[in-house]
T-cell receptor, first 113, second 114 residues
């Protein structure tokens, strides 16, 4: 039973345009969500997070949106840059169980120059 | 600030051998997590510690796997005996023990069991 799903294995975007990565979850107990970026041969790097008390969190070019009723979150990257090309993982946890991050399968983003 | 440090970066060994993976936490962090990444199952949590105490080891696949924190800044993950299906990338991560603190990952150990 996959509690966190990233249904798009890959996404290709032109440099300067918006990248939108999507993530769905099934467990209504999740109340904290994170996005990680991963380059080949490196560990995942924390990018941005959002608590369930918010519906939007912004950090520079990165914005995460949370729709609790739809159990859906998305990461927007504007404008996209070639250096953003990486695998993006969505993760979720609950405050009761803050140690246990459940990860999606990842989406490979390619930003073309 | 030094990040999470894992060693070795690569390990190739024969089936049946003992394998020990090592992890040094970020200074000031007191939660430690071991993950395994495979093509089939993605990134999955094996075990995590808080203040050197194992909190949840439900992800540890079998008794062949064991993890320890001999002190507050260091952890080992041991596989004995190793099998080809253990081949994967193993990540260690650490965080501060406060609500909504992100985990910071090491660069992983790529393990190949022949």
């Amino acid at each position: 039973d996959q509690q966190v799903k990233q249904n798009s294995p890959s996404l290709s975007v032109q440099e300067g345009r918006i990248s939108i990565l999507n993530c769905d979850y099934t467990n209504s107990m999740f109340d904290y969500f994170l996005w990680y970026k991963k380059y080949p041969a490196e560990g995942p790097t924390f990018l941005i997070s959002i608590s369930s008390i918010k519906d939007k969190n912004e950090d520079g070019r990165f914005t995460v949106f949370l729709n609790k009723s739809a159990k859906h979150l998305s990461l927007h990257i504007v404008p996209s840059q070639p250096g953003d090309s990486a695998v993006y993982f969505c993760a979720a946890t609950s405050r009761r169980n803050t140690g246990k991050l459940i990860f999606g399968q990842g989406t490979t983003l390619q930003v073309k120059p | 600030d030094a990040g999470v440090i894992q060693s070795p970066r690569h390990e190739v060994t024969e089936m049946g051998q003992e394998v020990t993976l090592r992890c040094k936490l970020i200074s000031g962090h007191n939660s430690l997590f071991w993950y395994r990444q495979t093509m089939m199952r993605g990134l999955e949590l094996l075990i995590y510690f808080n203040n050197n105490v194992p909190i949840d080891d439900s992800g540890m696949p079998e008794d062949r796997f064991s993890a320890k924190m001999p002190n507050a800044s260091f952890s080992t993950l041991k596989i004995q005996p190793s099998e080809p299906r253990d081949s994967a990338v193993y990540f260690c991560a650490s965080s501060r023990d406060r609500a909504n603190q992100p985990q910071h990952f090491g660069d992983g150990t790529r393990l190949s069991i022949l």
